[in-house]
């Protein structure tokens, strides 16, 4: 606001004084030798034309001559300061006095030959201002002694000050490159700008869509900050929403008074402010990104250098603003699920680490829920999969819906997600996990298809199921696993004995590829008995898998692990080859009316290339069609009809089909109208139960009449007693299966059976 460079009339006027102090300095002279004469004259030349003020200390009387200019370069007038040596003790600043003193001792005894000091003295203001300080000795010619010390002040504060202003300029630049944080930028820009113009105060505000955030003003009042922060730019919000809304500079003189500032000078007036300055910030492509502002507690508008500043000081915020919001923008991207919107894994991780850290701190816990959508790869699969990605979309924005803002939902990868939840009552975890069963099951119409989408969720405690980000997640991954396995659209909490199970389920699958690959696995056999006839006229094929390590598996277990790795086709094209070379040999061994029952599971009976597997172990082993009985489940004797022309191509074939396990699945009778099938197969579980319960020995009874009189044949197994064989020969059962006769065996076993005639086994032809 105040121009220090001097006019040329100013000059002159100063030159005039100069002469006149001058002359003073040649009476005050007690030495009026002609060589100090001569140096007053050099002295009083060279003086001339600047604006420099001039002391004379003379060392032998102590008195010193301090001219009018440098008596007015630090505030006085003519007679206010005293003319001796404590007078400039006094002004020099307390922290530069030891330096200077030292410097004249320095140059009195001759140690340096030349007095050119820069320090701080103090303005009657209160002020420092920057002086440089030069001075020269005079000596006595007679003796040499040195009489006195002439020198001459400049006022270099101005030049101190940009200096000053460069260095700060320089340091932000650094903090830039080096990447400081936002907000300790802006600060230092608000302050290098305050102390270049004193009772400035400055502020950045950015600018996020329409609203104006908080960028930095170190030395505006918290309270007016908070007041602002959030406000919406318009053309009448103050200078800085108004100079954001138009993206032009808005001077306002008088706050008081400015129409511009009506809305919101109640909440400036009250802190002093009265004129502010705004500079609207832009990114190199023009785009307003915030706005910079000056404010001073007096009304007025900015002079020429202010102006400049302002432009500046926006300039240089811009640079930080285009950069930090760049910054934050790669940051969203890399933690946030392109899809969904919600935190992605990298950003879950994260989480994890801080939900670990507050726990620990407050000694409390949190809960992870691991949440896989149930059948969603068939939705994707049936509808497409955008269909699929809308469905993801719904089903994130429920989820979220169902949490509180600190909970975390992130989608961890395809139709994985992980909530995290602060425990904060007992079982909080349970409640959103019961929340998001709830919402995820609302009906949604998809494709013009009405969708009732389910989700299994898994739940693991930190710190009691998982120490660590690992750990917690396996347990929240095998209670999921329990979730389904328990029959989805659920939740499981996590048990330690479930971690021994999954260890378990993985060492099967990884042990179980290689067992298949290498023919590791083995079949046993057992004989199927006509009951009136006592001859065994069928043989089960049962897969087998002794693990060194792991003993004997069952074939549940390995055969769902064998689906879910994808190794069930060689696994049953191994058995069906296995178990029909195995009836060759037996055929070839005399006994010709043998058929060979083989299990299928259902996902493979449904695999559009099961039917010409069949075909081709058939080809190969050369075994009669109809000496293949292929066992199903029931779940896939339905009326769909894929699984029906399925039936029928086998039919057409000439194999055998039985229904295993009828009457425990899902079937309903209606479906057996349609079913092309040979057999049905009536599980243990009846067996056990009929003699001593007589619903189910009704049903037993029901389902052999009606099997008959649909053209089934029937046949029982998982007869342990000769009671069940003779309820079921009584009941018209014709064929039987069970440890009555024999476990499965091996295939000697089943030899020597066959030779041994122990139910009158019959060789010769069919
Ligand atoms: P499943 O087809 O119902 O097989 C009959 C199961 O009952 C066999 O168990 C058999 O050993 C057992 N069993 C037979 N008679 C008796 C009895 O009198 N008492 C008792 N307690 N059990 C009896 P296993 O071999 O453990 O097979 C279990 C299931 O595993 C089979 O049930 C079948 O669904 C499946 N499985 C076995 N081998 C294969 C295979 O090669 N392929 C497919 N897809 N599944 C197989
Ligand atoms: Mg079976």
Known sequence: MNNTNPSHSQLLQENQQLRAEL???????????TELLRSEERFSLAMRGTSDGLWDWNLETNNVYYSLRWKNMLGYGEHELEDNLNTLTNLIHPDDRGMLWEKVQDYLTGSVGSFEVEMRMLHKNGHAIFVLSRAFLVTRETDGKPVRLVGTHIDITERKKAEAFDNKNTKILEMIAIGHPAPDIYDAIALMYEERHPGMRCSMLELDDNKLLHGGAPSLPKEY????????????????????????????????????????????????????????????SGKVLGAFGMYYNHPALPDKDELNDLKSAARLA??????????????????????????????????????????????????LLFIDLDGFKGINDSLGHNTGDILLKTLATRMKNTCRDVDLVARLSGDEFCILVEEIEDDYAAKVARRCLDAISQTIELAARKITPSCSIGIAHYPDDGKNLSTLLKAADT???????????????????????????????????????????????????????????????????????????????????????????????????????????????????LRMAVNISSSLFLDKDFVSL?????????????????????????????????????????????????????????????????????????????????????????????????????????????????????????????????????????????????????????
């Open 23 to 33: 002359a003073i300095v040649k009476q005050l002279s007690e030495m009026r030798t």
């Open 225 to 284: 900050c908070d007041a602002v922060s959030g406000l919406e730019n318009g053309p009448s919000v103050g200078s800085c929403g108004t100079s954001t809304y138009t993206g032009e500079r808005v001077l306002v003189e008088n706050i008081e008074t400015d129409p511009k500032w009506e809305k919101i000078k109640h909440v400036a007036l009250p802190h002093g402010m009265r004129c502010c300055w705004s500079e609207p910030i832009k990114n190199s």
């Open 318 to 367: 811009g640079i930080v603003m285009e950069r930090d919001q760049a910054q934050k923008r790669i940051r969203t991207l890399a933690y946030t699920d392109e899809l969904t919107g919600l935190a992605n894994r990298a950003s879950f991780y994260q989480h994890v680490e801080e939900f670990t850290k507050a726990a620990n701190r407050h000694n409390r816990r949190f809960g």
């Open 479 to 593: 209670s999921l696993y329990t979730a389904k396995e328990n029959g989805k659209n659920q939740y499981a909490f996590y048990k330690p004995e479930l971690t021994y199970k999954a260890e378990y389920r993985f060492q099967i699958e990884q042990n179980l590829r290689e067992a298949i690959e290498k023919k590791q696995l083995s079949l046993a056999y057992q004989p199927q008995i006509n009951v009136n006839s006592g001859e065994i006229t069928g043989i089960e094929a049962l897969a087998r898998w002794h693990h060194p390590q792991l003993g004997q598996v069952p074939p549940a277990d390995f055969i769902a692990t064998a689906e879910k790795i994808g190794m069930i086709q060689p696994l049953t094209e191994w058995i069906l080859k296995t178990a029909c070379s195995q009836l060759i040999t037996w055929k070839i061994a005399g006994y010709r009316t």
């Open 614 to 766: 069949v075909k081709r172990v058939i080809d190969e082993t050369g075994i009669m069609p109809d000496e293949l009985e292929l066992e199903v489940t029931e779940s896939i004797a339905q009326t769909d009809s894929r699984n029906l022309s399925i039936f029928q191509k086998l039919k057409d074939m000439g194999v055998f089909l039985a229904i295993d396990g009828f009457g425990t699945g899902h079937s309903s009778f209606a479906s057996l109208r349609h079913l092309n099938a040979d057999r049905l197969k009536i599980g243990k579980y009846f067996v056990d139960d009929m003699l001593d319960d007589n619903k189910t020995l009704t049903l037993v009874s029901s389902m052999i009449e009606m099997g008959h009189k649909l053209g089934y044949g029937i046949i029982a197994e998982g007869i342990e007693t000769t009671n069940q064989l003779n309820m079921l020969k009584k009941l018209g059962c014709e064929t039987v299966q069970g440890y009555l006769f024999s476990k499965s065996v091996h295939a000697d076993t089943i030899s020597t059976l066959l030779s041994g005639n122990c139910w009158r086994s019959r060789k010769g032809s069919r």
